[in-house]
């Protein structure tokens, strides 16, 4: 049974560093909790006891969550490539963020209409299916937990093409893909914004991005626009749209820290109170990633804020403005609603005063960041450049921090330089 515990975690930490938890919790307990309720116990610690339907689209190999059934879709028969019949079945489920179908197979099928009704409750452990909309239960029993959600089937509305006034929040690097006629593309992934809030952007021609960066404005012609698994909207672009830089950004709303509501995606902004280091974990692919642990209030609310994978590594500061786009809110082990960011969600840090600056120096990846330095003084900026790197980075300076609008990197004259050592070491002779 515990084996079912860790697949709802393995993407966060490996076995033995479950195994290790679920010791440590058999001691902190006295040795009063068994094997089981002490790995119930880690499960909830890592804040995966169960999740809401929009949270699915997590990258654990298994689930567990809530859900009231909607509709049944009925048992039916069909037959497989080898000649056997087989049955096949769906329930329909649903909280108050969004919808899901299970997916029952032969025995389990033919048992659902005499198990369960419309209207049930149930909790279910499984995993995801053929499709990301699709759950396969591997476990699923009644509960009396109250659930107020829509009892009507959503339908999924076809994408349509729209002109569009965006702010470019994040993109990632381009990604190969190959299609369906076997020919191989590129594709990007990001975030935008409008004044209806945040989007998931897809781009089939990385081309029509050229130009364009993380924090422009753009106006986007023939964009298809869909809703996304579990909610929220995506934002495709491909060869019949067209994109170009726009003058104005559109006001992407931003909700009040004292107005958040667990288990909803959001936008908020406030200033950092509290910073704690990045800790460390191993994930279940062996790879290690992070986990930081902040503060911030914008006035009304002072809250906690989580930051996974690579925001945990970003370089912050006490005192400064961050925004965070399509973050994630939920009710932390204190109590306490946090705000949680991570894959799929952006972080900026807003300037205060700021002046235009042009550094030349070199570029250091040190404990507390990346930082520009040289006599003058050190800087701290977000850059891919590597450690060593001599550059001219020209952007806007607010306090310790350049925001960087261009960099050139210098090319150092190797043979001018092994000549100018040649003719020092020739002065001692």
């Given at each position: 049974?515990?084996?079912?515990?860790?697949?709802?975690?393995?993407?966060?930490?490996?076995?033995?560093?479950?195994?290790?938890?679920?010791?440590?919790?058999?001691?902190?307990?006295?040795?009063?909790?068994?094997?089981?309720?002490?790995?119930?116990?880690?499960?909830?610690?890592?804040?995966?006891?169960?999740?809401?339907?929009?949270?699915?689209?997590?990258?654990?190999?298994?689930?567990?969550?809530?859900?009231?059934?909607?509709?049944?879709?009925?048992?039916?028969?069909?037959?497989?490539?080898?000649?056997?019949?087989?049955?096949?079945?769906?329930?329909?489920?649903?909280?108050?963020?969004?919808?899901?179908?299970?997916?029952?197979?032969?025995?389990?099928?033919?048992?659902?209409?005499?198990?369960?009704?419309?209207?049930?409750?149930?909790?279910?452990?499984?995993r995801h299916g053929k499709s990301i909309r699709e759950i396969m239960p591997l476990n699923l029993r009644k509960t009396c937990v109250d659930i107020d959600c829509v009892m009507?089937?959503?339908?999924?509305?076809?994408?349509?093409?729209?002109?569009?006034?965006?702010?470019?929040?994040?993109?990632?690097?381009?990604?190969?893909?190959?299609?369906?006629?076997?020919?191989?593309?590129?594709?990007?992934?990001?975030?935008?914004?409008?004044?209806?809030?945040?989007?998931?952007?897809?781009?089939?021609?990385?081309?029509?991005?050229?130009?364009?960066?993380?924090?422009?404005?753009?106006?986007?012609?023939?964009?298809?626009?869909?809703?996304?698994?579990?909610?929220?909207?995506?934002?495709?672009?491909?060869?019949?749209?067209?994109?170009?830089?726009?003058?104005?950004?559109?006001?992407?709303?931003?909700?009040?820290?004292?107005?958040?509501?667990?288990?909803?995606?959001?936008?908020?902004?406030?200033?950092?109170?509290?910073?704690?280091?990045?800790?460390?974990?191993?994930?279940?692919?062996?790879?290690?990633?992070?986990?930081?642990?902040?503060?911030?209030?914008?006035?009304?609310?002072?809250?906690?804020?989580?930051?996974?994978?690579?925001?945990?590594?970003?370089?912050?500061?006490?005192?400064?403005?961050?925004?965070?786009?399509?973050?994630?809110?939920?009710?932390?082990?204190?109590?306490?609603?946090?705000?949680?960011?991570?894959?799929?969600?952006?972080?900026?840090?807003?300037?205060?005063?700021?002046?235009?600056?042009?550094?030349?120096?070199?570029?250091?990846?040190?404990?507390?960041?990346?930082?520009?330095?040289?006599?003058?003084?050190?800087?701290?900026?977000?850059?891919?450049?590597?450690?060593?790197?001599?550059?001219?980075?020209?952007?806007?300076?607010?306090?310790?921090?350049?925001?960087?609008?261009?960099?050139?990197?210098?090319?150092?004259?190797?043979?001018?330089?092994?000549?100018?050592?040649?003719?020092?070491?020739?002065?001692?002779?």
């Amino acid at each position: 049974m515990v084996r079912y515990h860790y697949a709802l975690v393995d993407d966060l930490i490996s076995r033995e560093e479950f195994d290790r938890l679920i010791e440590k919790k058999i001691a902190d307990c006295g040795n009063l909790a068994d094997e089981t309720t002490a790995a119930l116990l880690v499960v909830k610690d890592l804040g995966r006891s169960h999740v809401k339907i929009r949270g699915l689209r997590g990258k654990s190999s298994l689930f567990c969550f809530y859900a009231k059934i909607i509709a049944f879709s009925g048992v039916r028969e069909f037959d497989r490539p080898e000649g056997e019949k087989g049955l096949v079945a769906r329930l329909t489920v649903a909280d108050e963020t969004g919808q899901v179908e299970l997916v029952f197979w032969d025995e389990q099928a033919a048992a659902l209409e005499e198990t369960f009704e419309i209207g049930d409750v149930v909790e279910i452990i499984g995993r995801h299916g053929k499709s990301i909309r699709e759950i396969m239960p591997l476990n699923l029993r009644k509960t009396c937990v109250d659930i107020d959600c829509v009892m009507e089937v959503k339908e999924r509305k076809a994408p349509e093409r729209t002109d569009l006034h965006l702010l470019v929040i994040s993109l990632a690097e381009p990604r190969p893909f190959t299609r369906r006629d076997g020919t191989s593309g590129e594709m990007v992934s990001g975030l935008v914004g409008d004044t209806n809030g945040t989007a998931r952007f897809i781009c089939w021609e990385p081309a029509l991005l050229s130009g364009i960066s993380p924090g422009m404005a753009v106006s986007v012609t023939g964009a298809l626009t869909k809703e996304g698994d579990y909610g929220g909207r995506e934002i495709v672009c491909d060869e019949e749209t067209f994109i170009a830089q726009a003058d104005t950004s559109p006001d992407i709303p931003v909700t009040a820290l004292d107005h958040i509501a667990p288990e909803t995606s959001c936008t908020v902004r406030g200033t950092i109170t509290k910073i704690l280091p990045a800790k460390p974990f191993t994930k279940r692919d062996g790879t290690t990633s992070f986990v930081r642990n902040l503060r911030f209030s914008d006035g009304t609310a002072d809250v906690p804020l989580v930051l996974w994978d690579v925001e945990a590594k970003r370089t912050l500061l006490p005192g400064e403005t961050i925004i965070l786009y399509n973050a994630y809110t939920k009710v932390g082990r204190s109590g306490e609603i946090e705000v949680s960011l991570g894959r799929g969600g952006a972080l900026t840090v807003i300037p205060d005063k700021e002046e235009p600056v042009r550094i030349e120096g070199w570029i250091l990846h040190v404990p507390e960041g990346i930082v520009i330095t040289n006599r003058e003084g050190s800087w701290l900026v977000e850059t891919r450049l590597p450690h060593g790197s001599h550059v001219i980075m020209t952007g806007r300076a607010s306090g310790k921090r350049v925001f960087c609008e261009s960099e050139e990197v210098v090319k150092e004259d190797l043979e001018g330089l092994k000549n100018a050592v040649s003719s020092f070491i020739r002065s001692f002779s």
